[in-house]
T-cell receptor, first 112, second 112 residues
Framework: LAKTTQPISMDSYEGQEVNITCSHN???????ITWYQQFPSQGPRFIIQ???TKVTNEVASLFIPADRKSSTLSLPRVSLSDTAVYYC?????????????FGQGTELSVKP | EPEVTQTPSHQVTQMGQEVILRCVPI?????FYWYRQILGQKVEFLVS????????KSEIFDDQFSVERPDGSNFTLKIRSTKLEDSAMYFC??????????FGQGTRLTVV
């Protein structure tokens, strides 16, 4: 599985847009890029997933350039409740029994 | 929304005792996983399970660990003889092929 690299921490203020960039230089053809969110003492929660270009859902957008060696998670107008750890992973979603390998994640702190 | 449920939410046990952590995956999912997270550290893969057998396990998943799907709905993790270093949050996850993984809220295991 390709390794991912993302900033250890980020600070933001309420109402701002937050962009977290992740690099995955060795991403394979079958890998999808997936982001999870984790609050303290809770299980990781799926945010968004994409293969290429742009994906948007009700909580975030995911931008993936053509070479797929990086991706950017965009959180519009964050609130205090978005304070959490955000994990970027590559996921072979069509691989039978594919496991997820978590890195250290990005600890996002949203301030008032 | 369907969810993965885990019991108990918190388990305290004495060193050397056996513990069984229980999970009810989402009903139509075929792939099941256990992860653990030591306080302040990243989420670590333990084992994946498909078609009533282990499909992959990590170095952490040694002979003291075992998994079972005893009745077609529950998925259990047994730790035979707990050690202090087994204290962690344990997360169960399940997925269908081609979709994201869903995580439970975790069991906090404290070994004293």
């Amino acid at each position: 599985l390709a390794k991912t690299t993302q900033p250890i921490s980020m600070d933001s203020y309420e109402g701002q847009e937050v962009n977290i960039t992740c690099s995955h230089n060795n991403i394979a053809t079958n890998d999808y890029i997936t982001w999870y969110q984790q609050f303290p003492s809770q299980g990781p929660r799926f945010i968004i997933q994409g293969y290429k270009t742009k994906v948007t859902n009700e909580v975030a957008s995911l931008f993936i350039p053509a070479d797929r060696k990086s991706s950017t998670l965009s959180l519009p107008r964050v609130s205090l409740s978005d304070t959490a750890v955000y994990y970027c992973l590559v996921d072979m979603i069509y691989n039978q029994g594919g496991k997820l390998i978590f890195g250290q994640g990005t600890e996002l702190s949203v301030k008032p | 929304e369907p969810e993965v449920t885990q019991t108990p939410s918190h388990q305290v046990t004495q060193m050397g005792q056996e513990v069984i952590l229980r999970c009810v995956p989402i009903s139509n999912h075929l792939y099941f996983y256990w992860y653990r997270q030591i306080l302040g550290q990243k989420v670590e893969f333990l084992v994946s399970f498909y078609n009533n057998e282990i499909s992959e396990k990590s170095e952490i998943f040694d002979d003291q660990f075992s998994v079972e799907r005893p009745d077609g709905s529950n998925f259990t993790l047994k730790i035979r003889s707990t050690k202090l270093e087994d204290s962690a949050m344990y997360f169960c996850a399940s997925r269908e092929q081609g979709t994201e993984a869903f995580f439970g809220q975790g069991t906090r295991l404290t070994v004293v």
